[in-house]
């Protein structure tokens, strides 16, 4: 599976045009190796889409000054990203598919449950992540999401899927509703 997309300066989990040229040159070891982690279990046990979220918030954290992938386990940090945008996508309700209990996430990435827990409430803390962060749901739950889709139109509330197609655009374009492309390719198993 992989969503390496055919360049050498693309490490595996990072779908969605992030390439590591965005990447501090400071981190850039780490973030290979942590991606290539989150892939494996990805194709192991989640899906593409999966894999693309978890390199997003990878890029996040990258990013971040100074970032906190310099220290620490590279296993834990996978293992917390993938359990961050897992528990964001209620991954561990037994209704959802796919669904992986957090005890074989753990498993899967080689690390304690407790730790790769702590360390995803880090996660949540340094990037002030919301529990439903729509930059991070999948496309179905992003369909589902209760806030995603509202915007103020004179003062109302208003689900802008309800707007003509001509104002739905116009939103899109500002950026005040989600954009609900087609999966990518590399997005399916």
């Not at 992540?129 to 209760?146: I, N, V």
């Not at 309800?162 to 950026?175: K, T, Y």
């Not at 509703?177 to 399916?188: E, K, R, Y």
């Amino acid at each position: 599976m992989g969503l390496m997309r055919g360049t050498t300066d693309q490490p595996p989990g990072w779908g969605t045009g992030l390439t590591l040229s965005r990447v501090p040159t400071a981190v850039r070891t780490q973030v290979t190796a942590i991606a290539a982690l989150i892939d494996q279990v990805c194709a192991d046990h989640l899906d593409g889409e999966y894999a693309e979220l978890c390199g997003r918030l990878l890029g996040q954290l990258a990013r971040k000054r100074p970032s906190p992938l310099l220290r620490g386990d590279l296993r834990v940090w996978a293992g917390a990203v993938l359990y961050t945008v897992g528990s964001i996508n209620f991954l561990f309700a037994p209704d959802q598919d796919p669904h992986l209990r957090s005890d074989d996430l753990a498993d899967a990435t080689g690390v304690v449950k407790s730790t790769m827990v702590n360390k995803a409430s880090l996660i949540r803390r340094l990037l002030r992540l919301e529990p439903y962060a729509m930059e991070l749901c999948r496309r179905d739950m992003l369909q589902r999401h209760p806030y995603a889709w509202l915007i103020e139109v004179d003062g109302l509330l208003v689900d802008a899927r309800a707007l003509p197609p001509a104002l739905q655009a116009e939103v899109r374009r500002r950026g005040l509703m989600p954009w609900l492309q087609p999966p990518s390719p590399t997005a399916s198993t």
